[in-house]
């Protein structure tokens, strides 16, 4: 698999590690966030721009995903496991657009405007209602803690295939 067809396109490696990164981030602040007292405003206002930024790169990702063919699966990936590959892909695109979403919405919800950047506010995509707040909220807490288990399971099948059964499936991602 020493090819260069083996390998995802330049601008999908990119986009992949960039999100990866700015996910990452999001979680640790968040998780931090929510734990702090005296930090929450400004890591409130940091966490919101890292799940807009987070939204805008994973519908580029998206977009380029369906209009981008990727590299064929090594040989080494049955057919029922090029199944769960698929369903884990769709799934992780999903909950990554969704927990941004979900942020965004519940923010609306509780009457505060969405502001990232410093200072630049989004428009509200869900009405200011208190229980519709504490809903969205419950949702986006489950669903960051399913990004964080799809991703473990992401990152566990491809080091399962790389240092295991050796078909160099994290060079197809790399640079």
Known sequence: MTDRSAHYPFRTRILHWVTAVLIFTALFVGFIMVNSIGSYGALIGVHMTLGVTILAIVIVRAANRCTHRVPKLPDTVGRIEHKLVV?????????????????????????????????????????????????????????????????????SAVLLHTLTVRDRMLARMTF
């Open 87 to 155: 369903g884990s892909e769709l799934t992780l695109y999903l909950v990554m657009l969704a927990q941004p979403l979900a942020g965004w919405a519940m923010v609306s919800a509780s009457g505060r405007p969405t502001v990232i950047f410093g200072s630049f506010r989004l428009p509200r995509i869900a009405p200011f209602d208190a229980d519709l707040y504490f809903g969205l909220r419950q949702t986006h807490s489950a669903l960051a803690y399913l990004l964080v288990a799809v991703i473990a399971a992401h990152v």
